[in-house]
């Protein structure tokens, strides 16, 4: 599966995706979730929460080990995908449509700095070999 | 570091496995989903490559002499050819040095098949041990023999099917027994609580066995599963859940240790002069999240600490192993650090699952 070219990336292998009412939604990446394997557990922000770049806000457990979410900007918690409490697994099954939280950025321009999914698969490509 | 592979090597690549450093050896953790591998032991059969495990045998009069000095549980209930005994192996101060399983095939032969990760240690212990007590014995390891673990209620038919001539050999084995065939030993014994044997096997013929089990129908398993399955099944791994810091008693061992007989072996004096202050327990969780070795365990007698813990895919909970103080009972909730918070589990008896089935 390739990193679809509509989204954002991090160095963390969270992807971003902007939506059309200015939030972003916050998942992780095709190459996170074939590292962790089985997702069982995820614990997600509280809404409102202020969270800054880089700050660990959420964490997925799979049945081998726990990995923490990264913010990927500046902003504020706005809404959580608690699909995700049942069924931690649809993770492995769509990552890029298996949102974790979407957050309001301080600042757009932000989102706009991050990886494009060229540089991105560079970053994985370079880590794996 | 180069890392070290098993004549399985090229096999768990060519199935797509996810290769990982498992203390040096380039293994395989699984060729898919862990969770559907784990369940596919549980309620079929499925294989493994353990031939990362290291077969060492002892030979020469007096081995059974030597061996109920050596090792913490008594050789002396091996009394016919073929049986296998769980043991630990001690240090003179009551710590683990490894657990391992002893076959008795003659009076002048047992084998013994001990961790990856701890062989070269043991078998330099065995043979000081041996040069100070039995020095007329050879102590020889067989890197060469590949093992392969076929595990699930439907394991031992599958091996019948991929090996001619092991149906009539091995179909009236009992459980924890061997029998060798030709240059292999076949045991009915495993890792995941389930029936199934062990095969020892020559290296060279070792990826030909895999590849009919294969054709077979039986699907290979990675190493992620068998700790899951091993944990479950309440079984104890080394490094983990004791090493030689801890003895056997407070690892949920005290009964693969004998101190009743006579008998004198390593490490005895030290069981005897001091009585355990903590004991090995099953967690289950109550709360939401994964229970995972090193997390404190609060109990109202004194903290803790899981030694193993997971996501248990037979009960679909979380599960540990943890060493806490002696007082504390099954029934208990105690409560496990996890991260922020403070999380309730269920002090519980294991194991958790064996046979296909949830125990708790």
């Not at chain 2, 990982?20 to 862990?34: A, E, H, I, L, R």
């Not at chain 2, 050789?75 to 710590?95: F, M, R």
């Not at chain 2, 903590?278 to 609060?298: A, E, F, I, P, S």
């Not at chain 2, 029934?331 to 699952?353: C, E, H, N, S, W």
Request: aromatic content about 6%.
């Amino acid at each position: 599966m390739s990193n679809p070219d509509n989204l954002k990336y991090t160095a963390s292998h969270e992807w971003v995706k902007s939506e059309s009412d200015g939030t972003i939604s916050v998942g992780i990446t095709q190459h996170a979730q074939e590292l962790l394997g089985d997702m069982v557990f995820v614990e997600t922000p509280a809404v409102g929460r202020k969270l800054n770049a880089k700050e660990e806000c959420a964490v997925v457990e799979s049945v081998k080990a726990a990995a923490d979410i990264y913010a990927p900007v500046n902003g504020a918690v706005t809404a959580v995908n608690s699909v995700l409490d049942s069924s931690p697994e649809s993770i492995n099954s769509d990552p890029y449509a298996a949102w974790m939280f979407k957050m309001k950025p301080d600042n757009p321009a932000d989102v706009a700095a991050l990886l494009d999914a060229k540089a991105y698969q560079a970053l994985v490509d370079s880590e794996t070999h | 570091m180069t890392l070290k592979q098993t004549p399985l090597n090229a096999a768990h690549r060519a199935m797509g496995a996810k290769m990982v450093d498992f203390g040096g050896w380039d293994m395989p953790v699984n060729y898919g989903s862990q969770i559907e591998e784990h369940h596919q032991v549980r309620n079929d059969c499925g294989m493994f490559d353990v031939s990362h495990m290291r077969v060492v045998d002892i030979k020469g009069e007096g081995v059974r002499s030597f061996l109920r000095y050596l090792l913490a549980n008594n050789v002396e209930k091996l009394t016919q050819p073929g049986k296998a005994l769980y043991s630990c192996i001690l240090l003179d101060n009551g710590g683990v040095i490894d657990d391992l399983i002893v076959y008795f095939v003659s009076e002048e032969w047992f084998r013994i098949v001990v961790n990856a990760g701890t062989a070269d240690k043991d078998i330099a212990w065995m043979k000081l041990q041996a040069a100070k007590h039995a020095p007329q014995l050879s102590i020889v390891d067989h890197p060469e023999l590949a093992m392969i673990a076929v595990q699930g209620p439907n394991a031992r038919v599958k091996v019948w099917d991929a090996l001619p001539g092991s149906k009539e050999l091995t179909e009236s084995l009992v459980p924890f027994k061997a029998v060798e065939m030709g240059a292999m030993f076949i045991a009915r014994t495993g890792y995941t609580g389930e029936d199934g044997f062990e095969v020892m096997i020559p290296a060279k013929a070792a990826p030909f066995f895999w590849a009919t089990l294969v054709e077979k129908g039986v699907k290979p398993i990675g190493l992620g599963a068998r700790d899951t399955l091993r944990l479950e099944a309440g079984m104890n791994l080394y490094g983990q859940d004791m090493d030689e810091t801890v003895n056997p008693l407070e690892s949920g061992l005290a009964w693969t240790v004998d101190l009743k007989s006579e008998r004198d072996f390593i490490g005895k004096a030290a069981l005897l002069a001091k009585s355990p202050a903590r004991k090995l327990v099953g967690l289950v969780l109550l709360d939401r999240g994964v229970l995972r070795g090193h997390q404190q365990v609060h109990t109202a007698q004194g903290i803790g600490e899981i030694t193993s813990g997971s996501f248990s895919p037979t009960l679909e909970k979380s599960i540990a192993l943890a060493r806490v103080p002696k007082e504390v009972q099954i029934g208990d909730t105690v409560q496990v650090a996890i991260r922020d918070k403070m999380l309730a589990a269920k002090v519980v008896k294991y194991p958790f699952a064996r046979n296909g089935k949830s125990l708790i």
